[in-house]
């Protein structure tokens, strides 16, 4: 399973305003299937196979320039680990446990 980082940046929207397309995109992100998302503060997380993840980009990319964009800048950071299975929360769990150990780099 692969993990991507997403940001996309509407502009010429006429505001500096961005939650209005953040929520549009989480929306559509709901109804496309065989992905998991998170949003954060600055990006979202989507997980599953990585067709699925780039098709989820595009239709992303194309759903804000539906939503009212007249130009769109998508920024994507896929990790794609195919020797064992991974997540989010499982890349997260082993840098705490990394952290309750003494300070070595393994």
């Known amino acids: 399973m692969a993990i991507a980082e997403l940001t996309i940046v509407p502009i010429g929207t006429g505001s500096t305003s961005l939650s209005g397309y953040v929520a549009e995109m ?3 992100l709901a109804t496309l299937e065989g992905i998991r998302y998170e949003l954060t ?3 979202t997380i989507i997980e599953g196979p990585l067709d699925r993840i780039l098709d989820a980009v595009q239709a992303l990319h194309e759903h804000t320039f ?3 964009a007249l130009r ?3 920024s994507v ?3 794609d680990r195919r020797d064992k299975e991974g997540s989010s929360a499982q890349k997260l769990a082993s840098v705490q446990a ?3 150990e003494p ?3 393994q």
Do not use: F
């Open 77 to 79: 950071k896929i990790d």
């Open 72 to 74: 769109v800048s998508t």
């Open 41 to 43: 503060s600055m990006s």
């Open 66 to 68: 539906e939503s009212g």
């Open 98 to 100: 990394r952290l309750a």
């Open 26 to 28: 989480q929306r559509k």
């Open 103 to 105: 300070n070595e780099v």
